[in-house]
C-alpha cells in the first residue's frame, strides 16, 4: 500500500493510541487545564472517528478541522498536527469547486496555519489561484443573488481566509475585495436597532413590518448564524493587520454584537436556536453557544472587550455548553442544517462544526486565568 494511502491509518492508530494515554487525564472539571486538554483530544479523536459522509474540504468539516488545528495549539499534540497534514494531503490542498462561493474557502484557514509551519507552496497555492479568479471573474453568486456573501454565515467561511492569504502573499487586494465583501453583506443583513445579523435577505421585514416572524412575534435571528458572525469576526480580526484602515469597522461591529448577544444568554449558560425566541426552542444549541462562547473569550484575551462585563458570561457559557458534551466525547444538542431554526435535535445530535465551535472556545478558556484553576 502507497505511503499517502496509508497516512489517515497511521494517523489514527496513533491518534488511538494517544488518545488511552488523554482518557486517564479526562474528568468533568471544567476549570482544570489539564482535564480541558485532555477533553478537547477526545472530542476531537471522536469526530475524526466519526466521518458525516461529506468531502473533507467542505464548509461543515473545515469548521471543524479549525477547531482541531486549535486542539493542536493548545495541546502540542504531534497526532493531532499529523492528522491535519494528512487530509490535506488527501483533498491535494484544494478549496471548494464552487470559486465565488464563501463556504468553500473555509477550509482555507487550515490550510494556511498547516503551510505557517511547514512552508510548503502547494498547501496555499490552490487556494490562492481561486481567490483571484473570484476577484478577476464574476460568478454563479452574483448572478443568482446580486451580491456574493448574500448570507451571514458566509462571514465566517472566507474573510478569515482572505484576511490570511493578504498576509502570507503580501496581497493587500485580497484584503481589500474581502472587505468590499464584507461590508455588501452587512448593509443587507445587519439590523442596526437589534445589532444582529438576519440568515438571509428571506428573513428580512418590509417597512411595514412583513416578514417571517417566530412564533412569539418577533424577528428570527438564529444563535449559530449570529455565532459564525461572531466567531468569524474574531478569527478576521486576529488576521487583519493591526494598521489596516478598516479595522476600526470591526472593531466597532464586534463589540456592538457582544453587548447584544450577552442579553440573550440564557440561565442555564447556553443560547437557543432563536435569539428573540427562546422558549420555542428544546435544549440549548451547541455550534452557536460554542461559536459565541470562543468569540467572547476571544475578545477577553485580546482585551478588546470589558473582562470585568464579560468574563461571568463566558463561564456560564463554557459550563453550560459541557454539559452538552456526552460520555463519549460526542457534542450533542447541535441543530440540524438548515435556512432556519429547526426543533427536531437533542443530545444525541451532532455536527463536525459543532465539535469544531466547542473545540475552539475550550482553546480560548485556557488562556483565561480568571477561569483556569
Not at 435544549?283 to 464579560?310: H, M, V
Request: hydrophobic content about 40%; proline content about 4%.
Amino acid at each position: 500500500m502507497k505511503l499517502k494511502k496509508m497516512l489517515p491509518r497511521i494517523t489514527l492508530l496513533l491518534l488511538l493510541l494517544q488518545g488511552s494515554i488523554f482518557s486517564i487525564s479526562q474528568n468533568s472539571n471544567n476549570t482544570d487545564p489539564i482535564a480541558i486538554k485532555a477533553r478537547m483530544f477526545n472530542i476531537a479523536l471522536w469526530q475524526l472517528q466519526h466521518s458525516n459522509g461529506k468531502p473533507l474540504n467542505t464548509w461543515t468539516n473545515a469548521a471543524f478541522y479549525s477547531g482541531v488545528f486549535a486542539t493542536y495549539q493548545s495541546t502540542g499534540s504531534k497526532e493531532i498536527l499529523d492528522s491535519l497534514f494528512a487530509i490535506g494531503e488527501r483533498t491535494k490542498w484544494l478549496p471548494g469547486i464552487r470559486y465565488d462561493h464563501a463556504d468553500d474557502y473555509a477550509i482555507g484557514q487550515t490550510y494556511l496555519d498547516l503551510f505557517q509551519i511547514k512552508q510548503d507552496a502547494k498547501m496555499l497555492q490552490p487556494t490562492y489561484d481561486s481567490l483571484k479568479k473570484m476577484q478577476l471573474i464574476p460568478g454563479n453568486e452574483i448572478r443568482k443573488h446580486g451580491i456574493n456573501w448574500w448570507w451571514c454565515d458566509a462571514l465566517f467561511m472566507a474573510p478569515p481566509t482572505m484576511a490570511k492569504m493578504a498576509k502570507i502573499k503580501n496581497d493587500e487586494s485580497l484584503l481589500i475585495l474581502s472587505d468590499t465583501l464584507f461590508r455588501q453583506t452587512y448593509q443587507l443583513l445587519y439590523h442596526q436597532d437589534d445589532h444582529l445579523f438576519a440568515r438571509d435577505a428571506g428573513y428580512l421585514w418590509s417597512s411595514e413590518g412583513v416578514g417571517r416572524k417566530e412564533s412569539n412575534g418577533k424577528r428570527i435571528f438564529w444563535s449559530r448564524g449570529n455565532g459564525w458572525v461572531l466567531a468569524g469576526l474574531a478569527r478576521y480580526l486576529d488576521a487583519m493587520p493591526k494598521n489596516y484602515a478598516g479595522r476600526k469597522f470591526y472593531l466597532n461591529l464586534y463589540q456592538s454584537i457582544c453587548l447584544r448577544i450577552i442579553e440573550l444568554q440564557q440561565s442555564d449558560g447556553l443560547w437557543r436556536s432563536s435569539l428573540l425566541d427562546p422558549e420555542a426552542y428544546p435544549g440549548g444549541e451547541a455550534s452557536g453557544t460554542g461559536f459565541i462562547c470562543y468569540a467572547l473569550a476571544w475578545g477577553i484575551n485580546q482585551k478588546i472587550i470589558d473582562r470585568k462585563t464579560y468574563l461571568p458570561i463566558v463561564k456560564k457559557a463554557w459550563d453550560g455548553l459541557n454539559t452538552l458534551v456526552t460520555p463519549e466525547n460526542k457534542v450533542g444538542w447541535v441543530q440540524p442544517i438548515g435556512a432556519d431554526p429547526k426543533k427536531n435535535f437533542n443530545s444525541e445530535s451532532w455536527e463536525s462544526f459543532g465539535t469544531g465551535a466547542y473545540l475552539l472556545a475550550a482553546s480560548e478558556i485556557l488562556k483565561i486565568k480568571q477561569i483556569i484553576k
